[in-house]
């Protein structure tokens, strides 16, 4: 059983909340881990890279100077790879990387991602954060009483919280997500994860993948 500390927007200890590892399957795969996040990295890529082979580059197609004789080496066309401003043997041309793993198991991962989080004392449970008004003024300085100002954090609202997205959006380093939009990437690049108790309360809720057993 995992035991947080539970903070109110002074950054004082209001309370504790205990947190079962199996709710987030009980173990952590890195392996999967690993794939998926390589998965999300390669979906986010645009493939628009392109290259010119040496039959688009533009130029002659006549051979430089003849094959014998010359006492040089042999030559083909402007055009080869060989030469300045020719073409590129092999270079990449546009596709599509995207790929995708079983559903199951990138929600598996989702939620090992936030054990993992757990485990490391990454995690800080903050007891509400509703602000009054768009304040990036005050959400800074919630985030500075809870020594979370100079880390890259993810702060997890239970549902979509315009207030609180608009308020942080300009603070660098800082990522407001709904824990519905929650995914393995974005729990495992930050430093920190901060949640409202109303959060986590929805993390635990969430049903187990049989693929996180």
Same mark, same amino acid.
């Given at each position: ?43 986010q ?9 040496r039959?688009?580059? $533009?130029?002659?197609t006549?051979?430089?100077?003849? /094959?014998?004789?010359t006492?040089?080496?042999? $030559? ?6 060989k ?25 598996a !991962?989702t ?24 304040k ?8 500075a ?15 979509l919280? /315009? ?23 974005a ?11 109303? $959060?986590?309360? !929805?993390l635990? /809720?969430?049903?187990p993948?049989?693929?996180? /057993?």
């Open positions: 059983m995992l035991t947080l500390n539970v903070y109110n927007r002074e950054g004082n200890t209001v309370g504790t909340v205990d947190v079962d590892p199996q709710e987030f399957g009980g173990e952590i795969n890195r392996q999967l881990l690993h794939d998926v996040v390589l998965m999300y990295l390669a979906n890529r645009a493939g628009t890279h392109s290259t010119l082979r039959g688009e580059v $533009a130029g002659s006549k051979k430089l100077f003849r /094959q014998k004789g006492g040089r080496a042999r $030559a083909g066309n402007r055009r080869t790879n030469r300045k401003g020719g073409g590129t043997a092999k270079g990449p041309k546009p596709r599509d990387y995207e790929y995708h793993l079983p559903r199951r198991a990138v929600r !991962a939620r090992m991602a936030i054990l993992s989080k757990l485990q490391d004392n990454e995690v800080v449970v903050i007891d509400e954060l509703n602000l009054p008004a768009i990036t003024k005050e959400m800074a300085g919630i985030l009483k809870l020594q979370l100002d100079e880390k890259t954090c993810l702060v997890g609202t239970a549902g919280d /315009q207030t609180v997205f608009r308020s942080a959006r300009n603070i660098r380093g800082v990522e407001v997500l709904p824990t519905s939009q929650f995914h393995t990437y729990v495992l690049r930050p430093k920190r994860l901060l949640l409202t108790k109303a $959060a986590l309360e !929805a635990r /809720q969430q049903k993948t049989p693929a996180a /057993q």
